[in-house]
């Protein structure tokens, strides 16, 4: 499981800020992912090739974040069958509607697998999800991280509760 | 391959008309499924017992749909790790805006897969693109659905551009 | 009157500032509370356990406040039949819109006293309204309540008349 | 029990249709409850007097439905400490979104209870809620409007399941 | 005309920062107005009063301005025959559309004339014009300033010229 | 009295069989209006020369309806320093909200009197209110039509009442 | 000028009913044009390849109509540098607003001339405009089409002041 | 080519800094433009007259820039049948919604070649795409625009795979 099999894709540099947060969780998952920029509109031939190629290559998810009229996610899954997971991003005089409308309403046969606007974590919990019926250790690891979770939670709880006494 | 692998799971059987239409593409695709009522809200318990039950039944996906204050697709991924795909459903005043966001606006840590308001359709396209990646006769006849769409289209723009003659 | 009649929930620590003020009004009106973390995502279990067992405690009314896809406040609902007050919070791009809609628009069965976005202050008036009915003591402190603020708006308006001339 | 104890008032006859469905689940749930047309802009004086009076009188909830710039519920809440339920009812040209703002957004300090657009059958849900920390019979037969809810879902879903086989 | 003919309102005196615009802008066209606090929610007997002996006391326009639910408008005008301004005020999580909606979307025969969010200024010309047709002074020096505007404008233009020169 | 003291325009004879409400309004409150199709967008010199004459015509109010890009209560503001009330229309795919932005956000120095969406009916009692200011009868009957309202919605609260004895 | 020098392409054979209305005014005008089915998701790569070779083919403008997550003219505008005219179809739950939200939304670069949602007719108007820049007889074929407007927009004025006499 | 083939129109001089950007690209692109304050309301005689004359001029585009209800590139559209390209700024508590609908949504008959809210950039680079079917050198130079954006996004793309090493 050395080479990548989740690939995350921005529109920009600038998109890098809020994208990072979804790698640092797959290396925290122990998912192998490589990241690129890959604009829709800028790139669209190399965007092309990227997703026409990416199953040959072993890229078993691509994620992809861009703002605005957020074409990226979808001009991805146009050129491949894998799943995409479309991270619409905050940016511009609409906060990100404009790109969750743009990610999230794909016409019947191209489906987005769309998360929250700057949704970059659950972007990346989701592909874990999608992997986990395929890899029975991240199936584990999930349930570990939901347990840890629970148990922050909790803690938060209890000190609340002291505080509120 | 004969056990359901994907669960469709609706909160009302008013919302059944739309969600036929997920599981009609996916037994063309060759993908056994069930259909179940499970609301959040009025069947809670059951839902929940649904959800945190499904990794070891051999279910691999969850589509669900739901409308208004559409909790179920959040609730059902609140109680298991399995990829849970949610499909707003348009009904009542807001026509499937209040659905859209109460499926896909979801905090940190517990992703919904989110697709069209009423896209049945392309959810269970994305549940195919999610099995592709561990079920490769998944990801041909999606590859071979593809390739038909086109065919399809391009006849469409040969009779559109005779017609225009 | 020692026990907490009402429980202010909320999904994360984060939301603690907005909630808080919930906490001080009961206290300002002489009203029992208790105060906990209960996401309905990341403590499912939990959540469904509090509401369940929340009138058989003693507790009269549940306000719960989250953001985004706020679920918590429906979920609470789901559990009990005591009043819900959900509270949606502003956070995230699209600032408590979306913790509106999926506060607000719950279908019918299983309602939800919403109020404004970042409303924790008339949860807790609303909580003391509700309270009214049964506690005589409570309808005259708020009547008290209504009168002081009627006299310190008169006063600011005195104010402003004088400042005019 | 016999004199009222909710009142449901409307802004215009036209609202009737929608605002029945709310005392016809009063009847059902032995709520013994009062209907009314006042208008906060046709009727203010009506209105007010009818808010100003009705603890007195008896009345412990009062639940109000209008639509556009639905001001009913909030100026009915300005003059009473009782609860106050708000409808925003669907109308003109957006929908009720215009009412469900201007029933919700209340500024601190009186608060209306808001329910879904055209949620008339919650408000009087949510009014059995709020009288069930008073009256224990309205508790039980909450729970057994629940119950019933909850079998009948499972009848639908028994039969979905049969259907699909 | 030493007295009063305009009035000023506003919900609170947090509102006072943008109402003073329409102040300022009344006392420049040498008009006289009052302004003054009158909440719709918490003096509901005072802003009744205010409005409704308004005209006997030779105020011929009240301009209203309010945030949120901004029902002050809308209820100033149920209580008099006089032209009613609403300015709907930006505050709160939704920025003022809330506000708006409450104020420009009243039912029919209650009209409330509805300018920007945070039209204050605008307000007060409205004003202006609205008197213009019963004083021609007030007549000739709006259209004074409207000259001064343009020439103000023009000049602008001429340096931008020679700027981009 | 004979000659018209209110123009009411609009942008297009499609708008005719909602704009002819405040037509007929003005009829029954003895107001001499004149009605003319005069689009800002496909006569704008028409428009300008009309809003640019109409106060040395002896018109003193003017009411313009348009629906989308509403531009035509702005263009005649523009050249007028009568009061000009906007009446958005709801056509085509936003439902007037266009509309509504298009004319109510009017920037500073050259305001828009508008109300509700397809709200002729206000914008013909908008106008009877800022006669009023000038002409007395027209107040008088402004409030006996108040009165009528008024009685007509205590008998209907009264039929209401009896129907549901 | 026998060539066409319009491609009117659309998502699907469904976006024709709409879209015919650009052809329709093309052909008035004396503009050749072409139409066409080309799915920026469906037909991704015939998509890139008449965009890409439209210059040299002598087509001089591409509209392009499409609804939902409309990418197909932000597509088209990636692959030439030639003017790109977007029409945002109104379809599915949001009326558009999505489609035109992904249509104008463009980032820096790669530019879409947007129109109205459903505005097809404009779209060929703009094509007008734009060609009127280079062929003179097109920019007289415009002043003709407007003064025709015009004068049926005057002719229907008179009737209207004749009928309301 | 030494006379300003394109305008650029804003509607005030605080829409400078955004507007600028559009002057700085056709600087760059060597294409002569002019700009000019010009607002639709404040000052309508000398934008009618700036679009009526502008052909004759020798203009070939207008860009307008306007906030707010946004008519100034409807109004100059109105009076010329040159292409007008409208750029919607972000201004006032609708962050340029509004703008955006007043813009974008003209009726049939007087289009808007619409961009992005505070797009500029875009509205240059489209004014270049319209003058390229008539200047074969800019189309080159736009070409050369688009292979530079390219290479630059290729460099970060390298950068940021090295990076992520």
């Known amino acids: 499981m050395k080479k990548p099999i989740?690939?995350?894709l921005m529109g920009s540099e600038s998109d890098l800020p809020v994208m990072k947060a979804a790698a640092d969780i797959l290396k925290d998952m122990g998912v192998e992912y490589e990241m690129d920029i890959c604009s829709a509109?800028?790139?669209p031939d190399i965007t092309?090739?990227?997703a026409g190629s990416a199953r040959q290559r072993g890229i078993e998810i691509i994620i992809a974040g861009a703002g605005m009229a957020a074409h990226l996610a979808g001009v991805v899954a146009?050129?491949?069958?894998l799943p995409v997971i479309g991270v619409p991003l905050k940016s511009g005089a609409l906060n990100g509607l404009d790109a969750?409308?743009?990610t999230v309403q794909m016409p019947p046969g191209i489906p987005v697998a769309t998360v929250a606007i700057d949704g970059a974590k659950n972007a990346a919990y989701l592909a874990c999800s999608i992997l986990s019926i395929k890899y029975p250790d991240i199936a584990d690891r999930l349930a570990l991280f939901r347990e840890k979770t629970r148990q922050s939670l909790i803690a938060k709880s209890d000190e609340l509760k002291q505080g509120s006494k």
């Open 48 to 50: 092309a090739k990227y």
């Open 100 to 102: 969750l409308y743009s």
């Open 78 to 81: 146009s050129h491949t069958t």
């Open 6 to 8: 989740v690939g995350i």
């Open 41 to 43: 509109h800028r790139l």
